[in-house]
């Protein structure tokens, strides 16, 4: 199984931005969905996280301008980040928890993609 990530780019500060994490391969069903976040130097930190109920669970630092959503039957994972500011500037990765068609749950990594917000 396999995580694509889409959508970074270079924004100003103010700006908006959406990432999309697509699933592929042989899947029976993804349970938790999330965006995690690595500045240059730091450890990956969580973003955010969306239960396949679509219960949600933000950090501190992006609540009221980040928001996570899932939709395609629950697979693709969605971010829309407005009010963006450069200490939201790193590599944007997604993950999933993943049940396989012969039943193994896997965690996944997409291949990140990088966000860089000017100020």
């Known amino acids: 199984v396999q995580l694509q990530a889409f959508g970074g780019g270079l924004v100003q500060a103010g700006g908006s931005l959406r990432l999309s994490c697509v699933p592929s391969g042989s899947i029976f069903r993804i349970g938790v969905m999330g965006w995690y976040r690595q500045a240059p130097g730091e450890q990956r930190d969580v973003v955010a996280t969306i239960t396949s109920g679509g219960n949600t669970n933000y950090a501190d630092s992006v609540k009221g301008r980040f928001t996570i959503s899932r939709d395609n039957g629950g697979n693709t994972v969605y971010l829309q980040m407005n009010s963006l500011e450069s200490e939201d500037t790193g590599v944007y990765y997604c993950?999933?928890?993943?049940?396989?068609?012969?039943?193994?749950?896997?965690?996944?990594w997409g291949q990140g993609t990088q966000v860089t917000v000017s100020s």
């Open positions: 993950s999933a928890f993943i049940t396989t068609m012969i039943r193994q749950t896997v965690r996944a």
